[in-house]
DNA sequence: ATAGGGTTAG
């Protein structure tokens, strides 16, 4: 057997390469012999199809050359394409390795890919099959099969496949704690992915990451950077991955001051800043509410990708800056980077926050007609949410009838708000309705219905409607605020008492009130009837979530440092009035991110001028 | 000659 000698022009291949170069590297390979040795072609078609997606077609024309393809190269088919869009075609492969009749017989590297291949599918049937070749064949008990077989059940969402995976490994190694440290926090058991992860003897950064990703996943931000200190703490050194789901964390709860300790950190420990990394912190820093720093990222960023366009796009969006937002798309597109389905949603809620109704419809369809790209049931919801906060209820209906799916709740909920905003009763009745059959517990829904009723002073259908609410029990999801002073995130909860410094809250609150009236404020009572319990409307004290840590804000804050809010709601009317007085008598910056967007109030004014 | 775990936008 001779031995085998990669070609140097092969080893070229490795990193990134033009199609061009492929082209004569592929012809300098023919013309000298190299391709008439199997070996050596199946190290050229494993480099050009793993060099990119793009030529995977083209690897697969070199091995249809080959006299008798080996598995390796097959294999290297595989794999390529388990991770490419078309992981299917992976198993185009696998029958070729089956009727070769008894030359090749799949091995344990290609049972590996094809569960990859199944969870890049996610196809339930599919995996089962791949799973139970995988015993048929006697490859369960690799390692790295039973760590495939964890993560491709964690994809598919079977738990308890993953635990019985697990469990059937006698000593499963750290690499595989750590797949399934991931895969319980992704199916929602959070509280055994730790207790797996303080179970393991050994834990390297990536153990790390996955704990501190899984609890950022979950919306558990503040366990996230809690297991963050923790890894400092124990010395264990801190990369570039990691550091994405930390301002992940930071981002979720609204906290530019740790935001920003991170960021440096990464510049102090010299973290090498990718693209997925910078656009973090451009996602960063637009859903802390500083725009302007998050171009600044942006442009300072030589590469950039689909993901950092799209997170630029959303930020100046939901900031308000609409009309910055469709100039940046058209530089995009100038630049050639192509728009997904996500780049549009912000696309057309930058059109919605400026009211560019026909401009709006015409990126919409451009989707299809210039992007190939099929409207799904959220672009239909920002169509909706265009024309009716323009005022165009009418336009809005008829889209929602014509929508060739059903539509959801949300779409409901934008022509909800308009009507109410546009005072049409009749329209608000029918969306609520609607609405309401869609989600028979949506407390928001109620609340604006007997909102629209009150408007028009039919206070009997208010009562009905407050009625049937209690009847059916509907509870309203928290409202909680989170602030963060001095590099410290305090959480408000709506009536909430249990801040330490409540008593000095309810004194600075006193006096904010007190200053209001004397400038000629008057509560809007609408919402607050059925904002609030029985219990809380009692209670003289009550606050919703945000007038509280506005207080707290203006109690701890320096006067110019701007108060940031983040509201896991959104703003009530009362709210957004009372939060434009303050920033206009107590001269304060203050920028609550709602559900849904930014609210930057300055000078007695709003950035969403009244729309939200 | 090849392989398993962690990462970004709605």
């Not at 015993?135 to 495939?148: A, E, K, L, W, Y």
């Not at 990126?363 to 049931?377: A, C, K, T, V």
């Not at 009236?517 to 979530?545: N, Q």
Request: aromatic content about 8%.
């Amino acid at each position: 057997m001779s031995r085998i000698v990669k070609h140097p022009a092969i080893a070229l291949l490795d990193s990134g390469i033009t199609f061009k170069e492929v082209r004569q590297i592929h012809a300098k390979l023919y013309v000298d012999g190299t391709l008439k040795d199997d070996h050596l072609v199946g190290h050229f078609v494993k480099a050009v199809a793993l060099s990119d997606h793009k030529y995977l077609d083209y690897a697969n024309q070199i091995l249809d050359r080959s006299e008798k393809p080996t598995l390796f190269a097959l294999n290297s088919m595989i794999r390529a394409h388990c991770k490419s869009p078309v992981p299917e075609k992976s198993f185009d492969f696998y029958r070729r390795i089956l009727s070769s009749g008894n030359d090749l017989k799949p091995d344990n590297y290609t049972v590996n890919f094809l569960v990859q291949a199944c969870t890049g599918l996610r196809m339930r049937e599919t995996g089962l099959q791949v799973h139970g070749m995988t015993i048929r064949r006697g490859f369960d008990n690799d390692p790295h099969v039973q760590t495939g077989l964890i993560s491709l059940y964690a994809e598919l969402g079977c738990l308890d496949s993953c635990h019985k995976v697990f469990n059937s490994i006698p000593c499963p190694d750290f690499v595989c704690r750590t797949a399934m440290v991931t895969a319980c926090a992704r199916c929602g058991d959070v509280v055994f992915a730790r207790k797996l992860f303080e179970g393991m003897p050994e834990r390297d950064p990536i153990a790390w990451n996955a704990m501190i990703s899984g609890y950022a996943q979950v919306g558990e931000s503040r366990e996230a950077l809690n297991v963050f200190h923790l890894m400092q703490l124990e010395g264990v050194k801190v990369n570039g991955v990691a550091m994405i789901s930390v301002l992940s964390a930071c981002t979720q709860l609204g906290a530019l001051d740790q935001g920003r300790w991170a960021h440096s950190y990464i510049e102090r420990n010299k973290i090498k800043i990718t693209v997925r990394l910078a656009t973090t912190l451009v996602d960063l820093y637009a859903k802390c509410g500083d725009m302007e720093k998050a171009m600044e990222v942006f442009w300072g960023m030589e590469e950039k990708n689909v993901y950092t366009w799209s997170s630029a796009l959303n930020g100046l969006a939901m900031n308000g800056f609409g009309e910055k937002c469709l100039e940046l798309f058209s530089l995009m597109k100038q630049d050639g980077v192509t728009p997904n389905a996500v780049t549009f949603v912000s696309v057309l809620r930058g059109c919605s926050v400026v009211g560019f109704v026909d401009e709006g419809q015409r990126h919409f369809d451009s989707m299809r007609n210039e992007f190939g790209i099929e409207p799904q049931l959220e672009h239909y919801g920002c169509l909706v949410d265009l024309y009716a906060r323009a005022g165009r209820l009418e336009d809005a209906v008829s889209i929602i009838q014509q929508m060739p799916m059903k539509p959801h709740a949300a779409v409901w909920s934008s022509l909800l708000h308009a009507s109410r905003m546009y005072k049409n009763l009749e329209l608000g009745v029918l969306a609520s309705k609607k609405m309401l059959e869609l989600e028979t517990a949506n407390h928001g829904a109620y609340v604006l219905l007997s909102n629209i009723y009150a408007d028009s002073n039919d206070w009997d259908n208010v009562s009905h409607v407050r009625q049937s609410m209690k009847s059916k029990g509907v509870r309203k999801q928290p409202g909680c605020s989170v602030m963060e002073v001095n590099g410290e995130v305090h959480e408000f909860f709506v009536g909430d008492k249990s801040h330490p410094k409540y008593t000095q809250i309810d004194a600075v609150w006193k006096d904010i009130s007190r200053r209001l009236r004397l400038a000629g404020y008057k509560a809007d009572t609408t919402p607050v009837m059925f904002d609030i319990d029985e219990e809380e409307k009692e209670d003289a004290l009550c606050l919703h979530s945000e007038k509280a840590a506005i207080a707290f804000g203006i109690m701890s804050l320096k006067e110019d440092v701007p108060i940031r809010i983040v509201k896991n709601l959104r703003v009530c009317g009362d709210c957004h009035q009372v939060s434009m007085m303050i920033s206009k008598i107590f001269n304060r910056e203050i920028i609550v991110r709602d559900r849904n967007r930014f609210h930057h109030f300055k000078d007695g004014h709003c950035s969403c001028n009244g729309f939200w």
